[in-house]
């Protein structure tokens, strides 16, 4: 599976993103799609995860009401719209699949995309 992210870029303080991933190669029906993040000199963290069916859906306490995860299937694309942006959410945003199944843990996801750098600005 092959994870292509984008949307990132530099957005003022109380603005909106949307991020954007897509999955190519081999099917990733029942597969557990999420991002993650990691800020300069941080480690990489969760910040929210999605299941296949779209209904179930996990988020970081820092980003909940104001980030929202979803999924097209059809498209194999995961989409993180982001508002309410703080200087805080600036960061390298990674779109990550799990076969394992749920998990917050890098472990359990064993693709990755590349990456998308957001900066906000105050």
């Known amino acids: 599976v092959q994870l292509q992210a984008c949307g990132g870029g530099l957005v003022q303080a109380g603005g909106s993103l949307r991020l954007s991933c897509a999955a190519s190669?081999?099917?990733?029906?029942?597969?557990?799609m999420a991002w993650f993040r990691q800020a300069p000199g941080k480690e990489r963290e969760f910040v929210a995860s999605?299941?296949?069916?779209?209904?179930?859906?996990y988020y970081v306490d820092s980003v909940k009401g104001r980030f929202t995860i979803s999924r097209d299937n059809a498209e194999k694309t995961v989409y993180l719209q982001m508002n309410s942006l703080k200087p805080e959410d600036t960061a390298i945003y990674y779109c990550?699949?799990?076969?394992?199944?749920?998990?917050?843990?890098?472990?359990?996801?064993?693709?990755w995309g590349r990456g998308t750098k957001v900066t906000v600005s105050s």
């Open positions: 999605i299941n296949w069916g779209g209904g179930i859906t």
């Open positions: 990550a699949v799990s076969s394992f199944g749920w998990s917050t843990e890098q472990y359990a996801y064993d693709y």
């Open positions: 190669g081999r099917t990733i029906i029942n597969y557990v």
